[in-house]
Nanobody
Framework: QVQLAESGGGLVQAGGSLRLSCAAS????????MGWFRQAPGKEREFIAG????????YYTDSVKGRFTISRDNAKNTVYLQMNSLKPEDTAVYYC?????????????????????WGQGTQVTVSS
């Protein structure tokens, strides 16, 4: 079992930065891929960034490439999302998730259904 809790959301002006954290409890955190998703009002939840269990490989949806960076610290059971050059269209509830197969570095997990554990979400609002 993995329990996840996001923090770091808030209100920021366009062009600004935020760093989201996702703290995990449970001994199996380091075995899983981690992902960040977001859901804007009236829209489906979408994948935005993922990282393999080791942290060696990261992957992003096109809309955030070059602006967002995902990282993890397995010793601290924490995954991060550094968000720079924020835009109003980045406004959403941001969720972290743990999933995939144990110790799998061969696949990039981008679908909701591939993740087993979810946090409660943190609101990010970007004003223009």
């Amino acid at each position: 079992q993995v329990q996840l809790a996001e923090s770091g959301g808030g209100l920021v002006q366009a062009g600004g930065s935020l760093r989201l954290s996702c703290a995990a409890s449970g001994r199996t955190f380091s075995r899983y891929a981690m992902g960040w998703f977001r859901q804007a009002p009236g829209k489906e939840r979408e994948f935005i960034a993922g990282i393999t269990w080791s942290g060696y490989n990261t992957y992003y949806t096109d809309s955030v490439k070059g602006r967002f960076t995902i990282s993890r610290d397995n010793a601290k059971n924490t995954v991060y999302l550094q968000m720079n050059s924020l835009k109003p269209e980045d406004t959403a509830v941001y969720y972290c998730a743990a999933g995939g197969e144990y110790y799998d570095s061969t696949r990039f997990y981008t679908q909701d259904s591939e993740y087993h554990y979810w946090g409660q979400g943190t609101q990010v609002t970007v004003s223009s």
